[in-house]
């Protein structure tokens, strides 16, 4: 009996502890994923291409914007009827990313090359907004909002920017800055 009596008011005990924590409310998460992104362009080239940089001196890197280049990013295709969402950000893959600067590191090598050129050292590109303000790309938001042709174009600038500690040699420059586009 005692057996039987306490096995009852586990369970009993258990039930009350049950409805003592019952749920208040429900989260419900709902999203759509789509099988294709809208056509990316880069200065108007397929979506991986290169912006080339002027060649500049170790002294000319002294100046004002060197090696300045403009390019711009579409994200989308005026002859179809357009990307999603009214608003595009390019998330960016921050591997190249100098954590401190927020500017793309130089991560030229030559594999295999038996007369190697050298790698550029002290110098980074920085990548600015179409006003000219430095973007921070291990930090910063890039977004766009849709135009009239119903894609969505980011206008930037890249210079060569001179590392902290302003010791610069001189060498061949090469980085990526790989991005996905998140519409919404």
Known sequence: MNKLAIALSAALS????ASAS?????????GNITAAACAINIGGDASSSTVTMR???????KTTNPGHRNFTVTVGDSTVAGCPGNTAELILDTANVNP??????????NPGDPNPDPAAAGVEVRILDESGTAINLASDTIEAAKGSDNNFTYKFQAIYHVADHGVVTAGKFASALPFIVSHY
Not at 22 to 30: K, L, P, R, S, Y
Not at 55 to 61: I, K, P
Not at 100 to 109: D, F
Request: no cysteine.
């Open 14 to 17: 258990l039930g009350a502890v």
């Open 22 to 30: 019952a749920q208040d409310a429900t989260i419900t998460f709902n």
């Open 55 to 61: 060649t500049v001196t170790a002294e000319g890197l």
């Open 100 to 109: 401190l600067t927020g500017n793309l590191i130089n991560r030229h090598v």
